[in-house]
Every structure is written in C-alpha cells, then in structure tokens.
C-alpha cells in the first residue's frame, strides 16, 4: 500500500510526489497527458519562450534607431519545432526527478474509488492518501465551443502557421501576453476586454500602464465592451464587426473535476473547485486537493507549495498555507510583476492610533 497516490503530473502533483519520497514515503503518480501540466505543456514554458523570441524581435528592429541594420525574419515553423523540443525536453527532465525519488509513475487516468483505492486502466491501486492535482482547462464564451477559427490557449498552440489578424478575448494574465507576443510576430491584435481596463483582478493603475504601452505597439485594445457574437471572419463588438482570420478566447478556465468521484468520497466542490483549508486537506480526512483544481490561485509556483504543504501533512509534519506574499508576473512588454497588498487595497491606520507612538 502507497502512502499516497498523486493523480496529476503537473507542478503540484509532481513536487508533491517528490517530497513525499524524500520525506520517506512510498508514493506513485498518475498522469494521462504529459508530465509537467498546463504549466509545461501548454502554459509557462511555450509562452515564455514565444515571450523571448518575441523579445529578440523587438529588439532588433530597436536597433535600427541606434544606426545597426539589422533583419531579421520569423520562421515560426522552426520556431514552433524548437518550443515543442524544449517542452519535451523539460518533460523528460521532470521524469528524472520523479525515477530518482524513487517515485512511481503510472500512464492514464486515475479514476478514484474510494478514500483508500484509485483506478488505473484496470488496475486498482490502494493507498493511504489521495491528492487531486487534476490541474483546469480553459472555457470558451457561452453559446460556443473551441472549433474552426475559435482558438483557446492550447490550441493556438497548435497551429503550425501563424494568422495575418486575431481577436483576443479577454484581458487577463493570458489575453494580454498573447496579445504582446502575437503582435511582436507580425500578426494584426485586436485585444477586446469586457471590464473598464486590462488585467481586472489588479488595480486599474497597472491594467492602464499595459494597455498604453500595448496601443503604442500598434495593438488595438476595446475595454469596457463585451463580445456579443462570434462570426466565421471575426467578433461583433458594440454592433461593429472587428475582422480577424482567428479568435482566441482567453475569459478564465474551470477545474478539472469529476463530480460522481467527488460525491462518492464526500468531497465538498463548487464550480470555482474542490474546497480545502489550509492544510491542502479537502473534507474527506485522507484526501487533499492542491493547484488549480482548488480554484485558489491558477499560478504554478503556489500549486508547487501547495503540493509540499501536503507531502507535508501527508507524512505527519504539520504545514499550512500562506497566501499573503504570493508573487505575480504578467509577461507582456514591458513585463510587470506585483507581490503583496497592492496600492488601493490597503486600509489606513494613524500613527496616533498606536499606543507605542503616544
């Protein structure tokens, strides 16, 4: 019998499957897709290395203001071939670490029976813990399904050639980095966002800050207006059609969960995901929940803590959360990050108030 069984090989799952080793533990992994998650196979590292190509052309046509000819052409074929390798390379790199452990690693999808036994194919495997690492997947606008010219952040991914135009919806975290990294590669960005500014979860100063510097390089950015349909050659937008070739939907994503699993083992969940404190520990005794299945944060550094905070737990050492100092990049151009309370959520309290200073 396993110490633990980690469904999900993403960023959570696998340091958590980690440090359960380390810490002793006998524990296996289960993951169906690509080791490594959103976070390597979809996410972080594709985009991050688009970020920097993106950068490289920036760069060079910077240059020519400072008397250096310099041309530089983008093959994104070739490009698109090196990101794949270097995910690859990555996922390979995450297997080593898990084999070194000492951590078994199963291929498929976990399926959980019970609070003591997981699914696998047909194999059934027992354990003492459970830990859901399912990670999320992206949603598309109601009334439409990622299909034709309607892209999502994985499936743009996909393409083996890039679009003359595109429509971004939505401005969060995703919307706006792809919007930087497909202008700096010549496509024509229409960047739409329902609230009154860039990135709506952080304070208007900073989505301001972007969305000039965004309008500066020639992106079009529509703020406040919400996409009322989508056509074969576009979106409609306040009764005006912006045309593009495609369009990529960036409005949030939902926590992979199965509810029948999650009911059978008495697993409170919501729509915003699977309810835990902060112990990582779900309301079923045995099994934990960590990452974006949470519905907490979708960053990949706190599914990681979140994972060793289990392990944690799991192995009888008592670790909780702490949510106060997590850091937060957005990779446009320029980049931004922000940790802490930000400017605006804070309250005020008078010196005077303050015994020590009377």
Do not use: W
């Not at 979860?201 to 079009?220: A, C, F, N, P, V």
Request: charged content about 20%; proline content about 3%.
């Amino acid at each position: 019998m396993y110490d633990a069984v980690v469904i999900g090989g993403g960023p959570g799952g696998y340091a958590c499957a980690i440090r359960i080793a380390q810490l002793g533990g006998e524990v296996c992994i289960i993951e169906k897709n690509g080791l490594g998650g959103t976070c390597t196979q979809r996410g972080c590292i594709p985009t991050k290395y688009l970020h920097s190509i993106g950068e490289i052309m920036r760069r060079s046509s910077a240059a020519r203001k400072d008397g250096l000819k310099v041309q530089i052409e983008l093959d994104y074929g070739a490009t698109r071939t090196r990101m794949i390798s270097t995910v690859n390379r990555l996922a390979a790199g995450i297997k080593t670490l898990l084999e070194s452990n000492d951590v078994d690693l199963l291929h498929g999808e976990g399926q959980i029976v019970s609070e003591n036994k997981v699914m696998v194919s047909d194999k059934t495997i027992e354990t003492r813990n459970i830990v859901i690492a399912t990670g999320s997947y992206p949603v598309c606008l109601p009334g439409y399904r990622f299909e034709n010219n309607i892209l999502s952040t994985n499936t743009i991914l996909e393409l083996e050639k890039l679009p003359k135009s595109i429509v971004i919806v939505g401005g969060g975290y995703s919307g706006c980095e792809f919007s930087a990294i497909l202008n700096s590669f010549g496509c024509k960005v229409s960047l739409i966002e329902a609230q009154n500014h860039l990135l709506p979860l952080q304070i208007e100063e900073i989505g301001r800050t972007i969305e000039k510097y965004m309008r500066l390089d020639g992106i079009s950015v529509v703020t406040g207006s919400a996409v009322e349909k989508i056509l074969e050659n576009g979106v409609v937008v306040n009764g005006q059609t912006i045309e593009a070739e495609k369009v990529l939907v960036c409005v949030g994503r939902k926590p992979s969960t199965n509810a029948s699993e999650l009911s059978r083992t008495g697993i409170k969940f919501n729509d915003g995901g699977i309810e835990v404190n902060k112990k990582m520990r779900t309301t079923a005794q045995n099994i934990f929940a960590i990452g974006d299945v949470t519905g907490i944060f979708e960053l990949a550094h706190v599914a990681s803590k979140q994972g060793e905070v289990a392990a944690q737990n799991i192995m009888g050492k008592e670790s909780e959360m702490d949510y106060r100092t997590v850091p937060t990049c957005v990779f446009t151009y320029p980049e931004v990050a922000f940790v802490g309370k930000l400017e605006g959520r804070c309250g005020e309290f008078p010196l005077a108030a303050s015994a020590k200073a009377n």
